[in-house]
């Protein structure tokens, strides 16, 4: 069984661009998470979503970043426009039930500079 | 609100020594579920193990053992007889049950296993 891919893998763009990160959960998932690490901080939720629909936005910074996930399997990130401090590797997790254990990806390394 | 704490950032032991990693959590709810997960360079988060608030028996599995103590909100890991291969980043985490699934993590603490 495949396990959650993620693309890219690493990214870097200037402060200004727009970048489209990828997710794809382990099938048959309807749990999908999206958690950031900025540079030697904690990793932090940024949103979940049950199918295609979004159950808990809190942790999204702001109205630069949008996720979508059309047709409940793959999901992806938007950030646009790009700012300094949106450097920091993004994961994606996948659940099969909430509250069940979550399956990350490997992560996508994003540098703004 | 939760928190977890991870005191230790980065610990060092020559191999073959045990090594025990802290990790100490808040929250005001009393359902709730405790993970761990390992970092490998290769940079994926990897499931250890997850626990559940009313299950406070401590668990094995290989050389690996978590101690869950509620008296102390703590769930702490020992790797016993550690080998190179344990080196990397762990994360213990904690979410809440019934309507906010997401995952609150420490800050890491880095293992190097020295050969």
């Known amino acids: 069984e495949a396990g959650v891919t993620q693309f890219p893998s690493h990214s870097v763009i200037e402060k200004g661009q727009t970048v489209t990160l990828r997710c794809d959960p382990i099938s048959g998932h309807d749990n999908l998470y999206w958690y950031r690490r900025v540079m030697g901080k904690e990793i932090k939720f940024l949103l979940h979503?049950?199918?295609?629909?979004?159950?808990?936005e809190s942790g999204m910074p702001n109205n630069r970043f949008l996720a979508e996930r059309t047709g409940g399997t793959y999901s992806t990130l938007k950030v646009q426009p790009a700012e300094l401090e949106d450097s920091g590797v993004y994961f994606c997790a996948s659940s099969q039930e909430t509250g069940y254990e979550q399956y990350f990806g490997p992560g996508t390394r994003l540098t703004v500079t | 609100a939760q928190k977890v704490t991870q005191a230790q950032t980065e610990i060092s032991v020559v191999e073959k020594e045990d090594v025990t990693l802290d990790c100490v959590y808040e929250?005001?709810?009393?359902?709730?579920?405790l993970f761990w997960y390992k970092q490998p360079p290769s940079g994926e988060l990897v499931f250890l193990i997850r626990?559940?608030?009313?299950?406070?028996q401590n668990e094995i599995s290989g050389r690996y053992s978590w101690n869950f103590q509620k008296s102390t909100s703590s769930f702490n890991f020992t790797i016993t007889a550690s080998q190179v291969v344990d080196s990397a980043v762990y994360f213990c985490a904690l979410s809440v049950v019934f309507g906010n699934e997401k995952l609150t993590f420490g800050t890491g603490t880095r293992l190097t296993i020295i050969p």
């Open positions: 979503f049950v199918k295609e629909s979004k159950q808990d």
């Open positions: 929250t005001r709810d009393t359902t709730y579920y």
């Open positions: 626990r559940n608030s009313f299950d406070e």
